[in-house]
């Protein structure tokens, strides 16, 4: 089992609509989770974290964490051209200090 | 600050043949990475550095790659003798360390592309 698995995709979500991207990870000691976003031919840039149970707001972008079903979610409302990105799902577990990377999801958002 | 430094950008180089990776992370970071990327496998942490030791090589896949960091401002990585299966995106990334939630942000290069003939 994969420590950290994404749902590769493609996702396809029509311009305006909430593109929904999701995350479990295997280890129960994780206990800080990141969303990184990273656009073709590009490095990966840091859009989300979250460390409690519970949504965590920021523009149009939701983090949501799950710690008990170990699943992070994370939600893009008003999907615009421009989210169009393979988004990266990563952890780090206590007493490891390694950052973990899920293999991506790759979204687009159709005009 | 101008970020993580990577160079070069792209190398091309034959089977058999020695490649250095360069990488000057941003100032004042305590921590660095290095992280290669392939479309079966991903973002794969080969190793890391804090505050210039390194602490964990296990993703390291095999003796003919290492890493050294001799100063807080310098990074290679080295494969020696280079293989066809080591073509990959080789990224490094530096942040001010873990353990405090501030801190734990990775400000990633531009990478490395690696094609090995």
């Known amino acids: 089992q994969k420590e950290v698995e994404q749902n590769s995709g493609p996702l396809s979500v029509p311009e305006g609509a909430i593109a929904s991207l999701n995350c479990t990870y295997s280890d129960r000691g994780s206990q800080s989770f990141f969303w990184y976003r990273q656009y073709s031919g590009k490095s990966p840039e840091l859009i989300m974290s979250?460390?409690?149970?519970g949504d965590k707001e920021d523009g149009r972008f939701t983090a949501q964490l799950n710690k008990a079903s170990q699943y992070v979610s994370l939600l893009i409302r008003d999907s615009q051209p421009s989210d169009s990105a393979t988004y990266l799902c990563a952890v780090i577990t206590f007493g490891n200090e390694k950052l973990t990377f899920g293999t991506g999801t790759r979204l687009t958002i159709i005009p | 600050d101008a970020g993580v430094i990577q160079s070069p950008r792209h190398e091309v180089t034959e089977m058999g043949q020695e490649v250095t990776l360069r990488c000057k992370p941003i100032s004042g970071h305590n921590s660095l990475f290095w992280y290669r990327q392939t479309m079966m496998r991903g973002l794969e942490l080969l190793i890391y550095?804090?505050?210039?030791?390194?602490?964990?090589d296990s993703g390291m896949p095999e003796d003919r790659f290492s890493a050294k960091m001799p100063n807080a401002s310098f990074s290679t990585l080295k494969i020696q003798p280079s293989e066809p299966r080591d073509s990959a995106v080789y990224f490094c990334?530096?942040?001010?360390?873990?353990?405090?939630?501030?801190?734990?942000?990775?400000?990633f290069g531009s990478g490395t592309q690696l094609s090995v003939l």
């Open positions: 979250i460390y409690s149970n």
């Open positions: 990334a530096s942040s001010l360390g873990f353990g405090a939630e501030t801190n734990e942000k990775l400000f």
């Open positions: 550095f804090n505050n210039n030791v390194p602490i964990d």
